[in-house]
Protein backbone atom coordinates (compact mmCIF):
# COMPACT_ATOMS: atom_id res chain seq x y z
CA UNK A 1 0.00 0.00 0.00
CA UNK A 2 1.14 3.35 -0.77
CA UNK A 3 2.86 5.56 2.34
CA UNK A 4 2.09 9.39 2.79
CA UNK A 5 3.21 11.23 5.67
CA UNK A 6 0.27 13.54 6.93
CA UNK A 7 2.46 15.96 8.62
CA UNK A 8 0.24 16.46 11.59
CA UNK A 9 0.04 15.40 15.13
CA UNK A 10 -3.41 16.41 16.03
CA UNK A 11 -4.91 13.00 16.85
CA UNK A 12 -8.64 13.86 15.95
CA UNK A 13 -7.34 14.96 12.95
CA UNK A 14 -5.50 12.05 11.93
CA UNK A 15 -8.13 9.36 13.38
CA UNK A 16 -10.91 11.30 10.98
CA UNK A 17 -8.11 11.42 7.83
CA UNK A 18 -7.30 8.04 8.33
CA UNK A 19 -11.18 6.46 8.63
CA UNK A 20 -11.24 7.93 5.06
CA UNK A 21 -8.11 6.84 3.50
CA UNK A 22 -7.65 3.14 4.99
CA UNK A 23 -8.63 1.01 2.10
CA UNK A 24 -6.11 2.93 -0.20
CA UNK A 25 -3.49 4.38 1.89
CA UNK A 26 -1.04 4.29 5.01
CA UNK A 27 -0.91 7.41 6.83
CA UNK A 28 2.36 8.18 8.48
CA UNK A 29 2.00 10.75 11.36
CA UNK A 30 5.04 13.13 12.10
CA UNK A 31 5.56 11.00 15.31
CA UNK A 32 5.28 7.88 13.09
CA UNK A 33 8.63 9.32 11.24
CA UNK A 34 10.08 10.58 14.55
CA UNK A 35 9.44 14.27 14.08
CA UNK A 36 9.10 16.27 16.96
CA UNK A 37 9.61 19.44 15.42
CA UNK A 38 6.58 22.09 15.83
CA UNK A 39 6.76 22.91 12.36
CA UNK A 40 6.35 26.91 12.19
CA UNK A 41 2.84 28.45 11.07
CA UNK A 42 3.90 32.05 9.89
CA UNK A 43 1.53 32.52 7.07
CA UNK A 44 -1.12 34.34 6.98
CA UNK A 45 -3.19 31.87 5.02
CA UNK A 46 -3.91 28.57 5.14
CA UNK A 47 -2.30 27.93 1.69
CA UNK A 48 0.71 29.39 3.43
CA UNK A 49 0.54 27.40 6.34
CA UNK A 50 -0.33 23.87 4.69
CA UNK A 51 2.48 24.59 2.01
CA UNK A 52 4.98 25.40 4.82
CA UNK A 53 4.18 22.27 6.61
CA UNK A 54 4.75 19.69 3.97
CA UNK A 55 7.49 21.92 2.37
CA UNK A 56 9.18 20.84 5.85
CA UNK A 57 8.63 16.91 5.75
CA UNK A 58 10.06 17.46 1.83
CA UNK A 59 13.57 19.14 2.82
CA UNK A 60 14.17 17.23 5.74
CA UNK A 61 12.56 13.89 5.54
CA UNK A 62 12.44 13.67 1.65
CA UNK A 63 8.74 11.67 1.62
CA UNK A 64 5.53 12.11 -0.04
CA UNK A 65 3.41 13.70 2.27
CA UNK A 66 0.66 16.39 2.51
CA UNK A 67 -0.19 18.93 5.06
CA UNK A 68 -3.20 20.63 6.27
CA UNK A 69 -4.57 23.78 7.61
CA UNK A 70 -7.93 24.91 9.03
CA UNK A 71 -9.81 27.29 10.68
CA UNK A 72 -13.21 29.12 10.99
CA UNK A 73 -14.41 31.99 8.95
CA UNK A 74 -16.96 34.20 10.49
CA UNK A 75 -18.38 36.99 8.38
CA UNK A 76 -19.54 39.34 10.40
CA UNK A 77 -16.34 38.98 11.50
CA UNK A 78 -14.16 39.69 8.20
CA UNK A 79 -13.12 36.08 8.45
CA UNK A 80 -11.80 35.94 11.75
CA UNK A 81 -10.53 33.98 13.35
CA UNK A 82 -9.19 32.09 9.70
CA UNK A 83 -5.58 31.53 10.34
CA UNK A 84 -5.57 32.03 14.20
CA UNK A 85 -8.59 29.99 15.20
CA UNK A 86 -6.60 27.41 17.56
CA UNK A 87 -5.23 30.91 19.57
CA UNK A 88 -8.11 33.32 19.09
CA UNK A 89 -7.69 34.23 22.34
CA UNK A 90 -3.94 34.70 23.02
CA UNK A 91 -3.92 31.04 23.92
CA UNK A 92 -4.88 27.15 22.96
CA UNK A 93 -7.39 27.13 25.33
CA UNK A 94 -10.25 26.41 23.32
CA UNK A 95 -13.22 27.54 26.27
CA UNK A 96 -11.46 31.07 25.86
CA UNK A 97 -11.47 30.83 22.62
CA UNK A 98 -15.44 30.00 22.26
CA UNK A 99 -16.19 32.59 24.83
CA UNK A 100 -14.24 35.28 22.65
CA UNK A 101 -15.99 34.53 19.68
CA UNK A 102 -19.36 34.64 21.07
CA UNK A 103 -18.88 37.65 22.92
CA UNK A 104 -18.03 38.99 19.84
CA UNK A 105 -20.90 37.83 18.46
CA UNK A 106 -23.23 38.67 21.17
CA UNK A 107 -25.38 41.40 19.76
CA UNK A 108 -24.95 39.95 16.06
CA UNK A 109 -27.94 38.60 14.45
CA UNK A 110 -26.06 37.27 11.19
CA UNK A 111 -23.85 34.44 12.00
CA UNK A 112 -23.37 32.89 9.23
CA UNK A 113 -19.64 31.28 9.60
CA UNK A 114 -17.76 28.60 7.14
CA UNK A 115 -15.09 25.80 8.35
CA UNK A 116 -12.23 25.67 5.32
CA UNK A 117 -9.38 23.60 4.58
CA UNK A 118 -6.56 23.51 2.65
CA UNK A 119 -4.24 20.55 2.11
CA UNK A 120 -1.03 20.77 0.28
CA UNK A 121 0.12 17.77 -1.45
CA UNK A 122 3.53 17.58 -1.93
CA UNK A 123 4.06 13.91 -4.48
CA UNK A 124 7.12 12.84 -6.55
CA UNK A 125 8.43 16.34 -7.31
CA UNK A 126 4.88 17.65 -7.66
CA UNK A 127 2.63 20.47 -5.78
CA UNK A 128 -0.93 20.16 -5.49
CA UNK A 129 -3.37 22.28 -3.55
CA UNK A 130 -7.09 21.03 -2.32
CA UNK A 131 -9.81 22.71 -0.79
CA UNK A 132 -12.80 21.95 1.37
CA UNK A 133 -15.65 24.24 2.83
CA UNK A 134 -18.36 23.99 5.14
CA UNK A 135 -20.73 26.39 5.56
CA UNK A 136 -22.86 27.37 8.29
CA UNK A 137 -24.03 28.84 11.93
CA UNK A 138 -22.75 30.37 14.78
CA UNK A 139 -24.98 29.14 17.70
CA UNK A 140 -25.92 31.01 20.40
CA UNK A 141 -24.91 28.85 23.28
CA UNK A 142 -22.52 25.76 23.21
CA UNK A 143 -24.63 22.23 22.49
CA UNK A 144 -23.02 19.04 22.45
CA UNK A 145 -19.85 17.05 23.91
CA UNK A 146 -18.18 15.84 20.79
CA UNK A 147 -15.60 16.53 17.90
CA UNK A 148 -13.15 19.29 19.41
CA UNK A 149 -12.13 23.17 18.96
CA UNK A 150 -15.08 24.86 17.24
CA UNK A 151 -17.64 22.25 17.17
CA UNK A 152 -20.28 22.86 20.09
CA UNK A 153 -21.56 26.05 18.14
CA UNK A 154 -20.76 25.12 14.65
CA UNK A 155 -24.28 24.22 13.23
CA UNK A 156 -23.88 23.10 9.29
CA UNK A 157 -26.45 24.59 6.66
CA UNK A 158 -29.35 21.68 6.31
CA UNK A 159 -28.47 20.52 9.92
CA UNK A 160 -30.28 20.92 13.55
CA UNK A 161 -27.40 19.87 15.59
CA UNK A 162 -23.83 20.82 15.69
CA UNK A 163 -20.89 19.07 15.06
CA UNK A 164 -20.69 18.72 18.69
CA UNK A 165 -23.96 16.69 18.47
CA UNK A 166 -22.83 14.73 15.93
CA UNK A 167 -21.18 11.43 15.50
CA UNK A 168 -17.84 11.35 14.56
CA UNK A 169 -18.61 9.29 11.14
CA UNK A 170 -21.42 11.75 10.87
CA UNK A 171 -19.40 14.63 10.69
CA UNK A 172 -16.47 12.86 8.70
CA UNK A 173 -19.07 12.53 6.06
CA UNK A 174 -19.95 16.69 5.22
CA UNK A 175 -16.77 17.97 7.02
CA UNK A 176 -14.46 20.75 5.51
CA UNK A 177 -11.18 18.26 6.34
CA UNK A 178 -13.35 15.30 4.83
CA UNK A 179 -14.37 17.33 1.56
CA UNK A 180 -10.48 18.49 0.96
CA UNK A 181 -9.64 14.90 1.92
CA UNK A 182 -11.73 13.69 -0.67
CA UNK A 183 -10.34 15.66 -3.05
CA UNK A 184 -7.15 14.97 -2.20
CA UNK A 185 -7.99 11.02 -2.25
CA UNK A 186 -10.20 11.22 -5.88
CA UNK A 187 -6.78 12.84 -7.41
CA UNK A 188 -4.34 10.05 -5.54
CA UNK A 189 -6.60 7.14 -7.22
CA UNK A 190 -7.18 8.78 -10.56
CA UNK A 191 -3.26 9.63 -11.07
P1 LIG B 1 -5.99 23.13 12.03
O1 LIG B 1 -5.18 24.00 11.17
O2 LIG B 1 -6.76 22.11 11.26
O3 LIG B 1 -5.21 22.52 13.17
O4 LIG B 1 -7.11 24.00 12.70
C1 LIG B 1 -6.81 25.14 13.43
C2 LIG B 1 -7.91 25.40 14.43
O5 LIG B 1 -9.15 25.57 13.75
C3 LIG B 1 -8.15 24.27 15.42
O6 LIG B 1 -7.31 24.37 16.53
C4 LIG B 1 -9.61 24.48 15.79
O7 LIG B 1 -9.71 25.48 16.76
C5 LIG B 1 -10.20 24.99 14.49
N1 LIG B 1 -10.76 23.84 13.73
C6 LIG B 1 -10.25 23.27 12.61
N2 LIG B 1 -11.02 22.24 12.22
C7 LIG B 1 -12.03 22.16 13.11
C8 LIG B 1 -13.16 21.29 13.24
O8 LIG B 1 -13.39 20.33 12.47
N3 LIG B 1 -13.97 21.52 14.28
C9 LIG B 1 -13.76 22.53 15.16
N4 LIG B 1 -12.73 23.35 15.10
C10 LIG B 1 -11.87 23.19 14.07
Excluded: W
Excluded at 120 to 129: I, K, M, Q, T
Excluded at 141 to 160: C, E, L, Q, V
Amino acid sequence: MEQLVFATNNKHKLEEVQAMVKDFFSIQSLADIQCDVDIPETADTFEGNASLKSQYILEHYNRNCFADDSGLEVEALNGEPGVYSARYSGSRDMEKNIDLLLSKLATETHRKAQFRTVVSLRLDGEHHFFEGIVSGTITVDRTGAGGFGYDPIFRPDGYSKTFAEMSANEKNQISHRAIAIQKLVTFLKNR
